[in-house]
């Protein structure tokens, strides 16, 4: 069982920058797949990054690349969303999640646990 808390989302102008933290849970965080993905309002959630267990993979949406980073601190069971150049249209909540397969999955249905996101604002 993995419990997953985000953290660090606010109001931001755009073309700011925000990190992203999700803390989780339990011995066994460093074997799990991490993404990120988000919501927004009248939208179906979508996939943002992901990173494998070892952080020698990822993967980002065509919307983020080049502008958002995902990395992985297995000592502190903690994954990072560093989002640069911010637009308003990057609002949303965010929602981490966990995989316990080796694969660099990139949708939701995939992934085994949730939390239960952070809020995301950019103003324009």
């Known amino acids: 069982q993995v419990q997953l808390v985000e953290s660090g989302g606010e109001l931001v102008q755009a073309g700011g920058s925000l990190r992203l933290s999700c803390a989780a849970s339990?011995?066994?965080?460093?074997?799990?797949?991490m993404g990120w993905f988000r919501q927004a309002p009248g939208k179906e959630r979508e996939f943002v990054a992901v990173?494998?267990?070892?952080?020698?993979?990822?993967s980002y949406a065509d919307s983020v690349k080049g502008r958002f980073t995902i990395s992985r601190g297995n000592a502190k069971n903690t994954v990072y969303l560093q989002m640069n150049s911010l637009k308003p249209e990057d609002t949303a909540v965010y929602y981490c999640?966990?995989?316990?397969?080796?694969?660099?999955?990139?949708?939701?249905?995939?992934?085994?646990?949730w939390g239960q996101g952070t809020q995301v604002t950019v103003s324009s």
């Open positions: 999640a966990a995989d316990r397969s080796l694969s660099v999955a990139t949708t939701e249905y995939e992934y085994d646990y």
């Open positions: 990173i494998s267990w070892n952080g020698d993979r990822t």
């Open positions: 339990g011995r066994t965080f460093r074997r799990y797949t």
